[in-house]
């Protein structure tokens, strides 16, 4: 900024915190490439194979590196690789920093997939790596093994490892109560029968609270808590029969938070060994695609979006989140079980994305499925892209053949349940009520849930004109 007779440089640079900040006004500023331009030299060295994404967790925008461990690095994983302290890796700019002829000669001679092979030597097949989305306590873990505590390299015998992969964890972990934004210490276990939790002291080992088969849990990670070392364990019980499954029989989220990171990334890792054990798998079989898929938990994306209700009448702010093919919806980002969820399918079965312009209030795009299409707003164009992105790719036919149709997760009813009207209005009593569990914009059931209650007379004779045959996988939507 000018001043004073003469220049003073503002600048700002914080990967941990995943944000920059500079002046674009002065000369010096200018210089410093803001641009993106990178240097020819070192635009050759990006240009090799492996060398386009970050070298820790494959995010395509990698224009940072360690000019030591020669790793090209994306922003994020640069602010973790500074925490590390500059003794074990020196991180610079390709943009903004001027490199030494030493640094280029690093990443010239080394390069990610050499690095790979040094510092990712053996990994076991169900350790969790860090991925573009990791939460930073996995995303420190993850690098902390691999440069910190040199878990993988060629002949490496370290204890964390070999306790992950056993398979067997107990230990204390902050559990969120299911009905208020209250958290109590609680004793975990993690053994081949599951992952179960046990409400006092006394009733361990022998009488948890709760036991979660690896068949139905998945860990999932969402930063709605705003706790460093917390994530989500999703019970998604599997489907029994064609009756229609409730969001309550259907899902369950609990929430917890570990002491330190550590301890998280080694609930995780124990975890993963151990239902990859109980599944047939073993830690020390090779890596594959199957395997990865099968083992890692997350959500494939998440954040709120406002939702038309069917009539038409208005958006209601909810939290989606996108599970194994199929999108769940909250009231609330920390409730403990969904207001409800679409399966999704392929294109051909009749599920696709489409833009649907700028509202006053925000960017909408429609998701329509066989019996039911879905006006969804976000808040910029930003979030409406990424959701499309993300929901174009889930109803890919290869990828939507291995998501909901898995006979491990529930699904709702077939399209041909008969359908009847719903005498209520939104806001009166009963499923419009705001602390009803039933949700005022989709459907709701009778008591001998044979009946499905559906207050959208179009919808209801939609569904009735495709009872005589309904597509493979059509199901009527979300809120059962």
């Known amino acids: 900024r000018q001043g004073g007779g003469g220049v003073v440089v503002d600048f700002l640079c914080s990967p941990a915190l995943g944000w920059l900040d500079h002046c674009t006004t002065c000369t010096i500023c200018t210089m410093m490439e803001v641009s993106g331009t990178v240097p020819e030299e070192v635009q050759e060295i990006l240009d090799r194979e492996g060398n386009g994404v970050c070298g820790d967790c494959g995010h395509t925008q990698a224009k940072w590196a360690s000019v030591d461990l020669g790793v090209v690095l994306c922003i994020d994983c640069g602010g973790m690789h500074r925490m590390l302290g500059t003794h074990l890796s020196k991180v610079r700019s390709l943009e903004l920093d001027r490199l030494l002829p030493e640094h280029v000669a690093a990443l010239d001679g080394i390069g990610n997939t050499k690095a790979k092979a040094k510092w990712e030597h053996s990994v076991p097949s169900t350790y969790r790596r860090g991925w573009p989305r ?9 690098i902390r093994a691999k440069y910190e505590r040199q878990e993988f390299i060629s002949g490496a015998d370290n204890p964390t490892t070999k306790a992950a992969l056993s398979g067997a964890k107990s230990g204390m972990l902050s559990k969120k109560g299911k009905a ?6 609680r004793m975990f276990r993690l053994n081949a029968d599951g992952l179960a939790y046990f409400s006092t002291d006394k009733d361990y080992p022998s009488n948890p609270k709760r036991l979660l088969p690896f068949a139905e849990t998945r860990l999932c990670f969402s930063s709605v808590l705003g706790a460093r070392n917390s994530f989500q364990i999703v019970q998604a019980k599997p489907r029994t029969s064609a009756t229609p499954v409730p969001p309550k029989e259907a899902y369950r989220v609990i929430y917890v938070a570990a002491e330190s990171s550590g301890d998280m990334y080694s609930w995780v890792n124990t975890f993963r060994a151990a239902k990859a054990r109980a599944l047939g798998y073993e830690p020390s079989m090779e890596r594959s695609e199957d395997l ?5 938990e997350g959500y494939e994306h998440d954040g709120f979006l406002k939702k038309q209700s069917p009539r038409e009448t208005g958006f209601k702010e909810r ?27 392929s294109e051909a079965e009749g599920f696709c994305v489409q833009r649907s312009g700028v509202q006053p209030s925000g960017c909408c795009f429609s998701l329509v499925t066989p019996f039911r299409t879905y006006l969804l707003q976000g808040e910029d164009e930003d979030i409406v892209s990424a959701w499309i992105e993300v929901l174009t790719k889930v109803m890919n036919p290869r990828f939507a053949a291995g998501n ?16 009847s009207h719903h005498p209520h209005d939104e806001g009166e009593e009963g499923d419009g009520a705001e602390d009803s569990d039933a949700d005022a914009d989709d459907l709701a059931f009778s008591d001998d849930a044979s009946t499905v209650c559906d207050s959208s007379p179009t919808r209801a004779a939609t569904a009735t004109a495709n009872t005589s045959s309904p597509p493979n996988h059509a199901y009527e939507n979300v809120k059962f």
């Open 134 to 142: 990791a939460p930073p306590a996995i995303r420190e873990q993850w």
């Open 180 to 185: 208020k934004l209250k958290w109590a210490d």
């Open 292 to 296: 990865d898929a099968f083992l890692n």
């Open 319 to 345: 939290w989606f989140a996108l599970l194994d093919g199929c999108l769940l919806y909250f009231r609330r980002p920390t409730d403990a079980f969904p207001v409800g969820y679409i399966p999704l399918g």
């Open 404 to 419: 909901h149709r898995n006979s491990t997760l529930p699904l709702p009813m077939p399209a041909q349940r008969p359908v």
